[in-house]
């Protein structure tokens, strides 16, 4: 489907709520069906990705039921599903999912196949594979990528020093962890989303520290909980930017996650010269939820270092967008990890800028952006959520209008995104 983005032509204003978080709707709906007894999800993200994830559990014996927007999970005891449990687009269903079954005690015996669409089968398997393998897991893979066949076996506890700081790493390990014999040990060489570590206590289950790192002990019973899922701060960085483009706009944003594993964006804005304020009022479930005020400013170019990069890992895209109209020139380094995500997010926001006229230049591990006049014209998502949005907030300060080709991947992560962005007064269409 083709999405056609108007020049803004008045301030964007209003109260703005974004969806359920994406990270934290994936781990509920995954320890839910490991947790015996009932999980009770309130804020779940209804996306593609977050209900393939769900379905997952349920094609794994746990049961699942929904009403007035809250879930309901029966887990702790699973079995082997009938046929291959498709992850769709989701690296983070497929990993995660991948380390909570290799040592599984009720999955012994049997062979289960995790499968993707085109895009999740593209990206790269080993860095779950063989952390697992060394604890004595049985994955077989297409040469490092997904379809994955998993043997759930007996595991052992080790100590893994990671060469990424990735949170899906860093979670497959801990949930093949619970299951395995012993200690097991994660350390990482830079800080990623904690969402794992945050959730599993709600759950009854001890994290100690690894002198250095995170370490779990395996052995401990999981029990049913109530999880109350923050907002979405990635959905709602589209939001935020939006404000922050659009000259005169004023948005408030409500019920935003504010867990500093994931807050990056935000500092990163305000290094650009953002107008934006922060009221930070509770803590749920463990994960600090906050406010956050935005007015239309005028930004500038900026470098951003190689250690900021993990703490915003999923707004370059958009980053990219607001340093095309910013004054000046921006510096991305130390960002190679986008190269693997749903799409090669460096190589594909440069070419879809160019075509919006915009200068650009590719590095191996990022991208230098110069600012400037946007035109109007014909991009494409390449199959990924987050350029099809980030382009789309990009179009509402473009010269003419800006048709997204293949925008139905917004599907993935936020649904609702035309309609939140349209109420805030932004003109969207599809055709
Ligand atoms: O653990 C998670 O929920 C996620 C971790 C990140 O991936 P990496 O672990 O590959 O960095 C992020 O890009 C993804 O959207 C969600
Ligand atoms: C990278 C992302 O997700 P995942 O790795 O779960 O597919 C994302 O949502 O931007």
Same mark, same amino acid.
């Given at each position: 489907m083709r999405l056609t983005v108007h020049p803004a032509a008045l301030a964007l204003g209003g109260r703005y709520r974004p969806p359920g978080d994406k990270s934290v709707s994936h781990r509920a709906a995954i320890l839910g069906g490991l947790a015996g007894g009932e999980t009770e999800i309130h804020g779940f993200l209804d996306s593609a990705d977050t209900r393939a994830t769900l379905g997952a559990m349920q094609q794994l014996g746990a049961r699942v039921e929904e009403s007035g927007g809250v879930i309901r999970i029966r887990g702790g005891s699973l079995k082997p599903p009938a046929g291959p449990l498709d992850l769709g687009n989701s690296g983070t269903g497929i990993r995660l999912l991948a380390g909570a079954l290799a040592g599984h005690p009720d999955l012994q015996g049997a062979a289960i196949e995790l499968v993707g669409d085109e895009s999740l089968s593209r990206r790269p398997m080993a860095r779950i594979i063989e952390p697992l393998a060394r604890m004595g897991a049985r994955i077989q893979s297409r040469d490092g990528r997904a379809p994955l066949v998993i043997e759930p076996s007996k595991l052992t506890g080790r100590r893994h020093t990671l060469s990424v700081a990735s949170a899906q790493v860093k979670s497959a390990i801990l949930l093949a962890g619970l299951f395995a014999e012993g200690e097991t040990v994660v350390v990482e060489p830079g800080v990623s989303r904690d969402h794992t570590e945050r959730m599993l206590p709600a759950f009854g289950v001890g994290l100690?520290?690894?002198? %250095?790192? $995170?370490? $779990? @002990? &395996? &052995? !401990? $019973?999981?029990?049913?909980? =109530?999880?109350?899922? %923050?907002?979405?701060? @990635?959905? /709602?960085?589209? *939001?935020? /930017?939006? &404000?922050?483009?659009? &000259?005169?706009? *004023?948005? !408030?944003?409500?019920?935003?996650?504010?867990? %500093?594993?994931?807050? #990056?964006?935000?500092?990163?804005v305000r290094h650009m010269g953002a107008q934006v304020a922060i009221e930070g009022d509770r803590t749920d479930g463990g994960e600090p939820l906050g406010r956050l005020t935005v007015e239309g400013s005028a930004l500038a170019g900026i470098d951003i270092a190689p250690e900021q990069v993990p703490l915003a890992i999923d707004e370059f895209p958009l980053i990219m967008a607001l340093a095309a109209a910013a004054e000046g020139v921006t510096r991305i380094r130390g960002a190679s990890e986008l190269r693997v995500k749903e799409s090669d997010r460096i190589a594909v926001m440069c070419r879809e800028l160019a075509r919006l006229g915009v200068a650009v230049e590719e590095l191996d591990d990022g991208a230098v952006v110069t600012g400037g006049p946007? =035109? #109007?014209?014909?991009?494409? @998502?390449?199959?990924?959520?987050?350029? /099809?949005? @980030?382009?789309? $907030?990009?179009?509402l300060v473009a010269e003419a209008p800006v048709t997204i080709d293949n925008a139905e991947w917004i599907e993935t992560s936020y649904p609702g995104f035309v309609e939140d962005i349209r109420a805030l007064g932004a003109e969207m269409v599809w055709e």
């Open positions: 100690h520290d690894g002198e %250095p790192g $995170v370490a $779990v @002990s &395996g &052995g !401990q $019973v999981l029990s049913g909980t =109530r999880i109350k899922v %923050p907002g979405d701060l @990635s959905s /709602a960085a589209f *939001a935020l /930017a939006a &404000g922050l483009l659009v &000259g005169g706009s *004023a948005i !408030q944003l409500e019920g935003i996650g504010l867990n %500093p594993t994931r807050s #990056g964006f935000v500092d990163i946007v =035109r #109007g014209g014909e991009v494409d @998502s390449h199959g990924d959520h987050r350029v /099809a949005m @980030s382009l789309a $907030v990009l179009a």
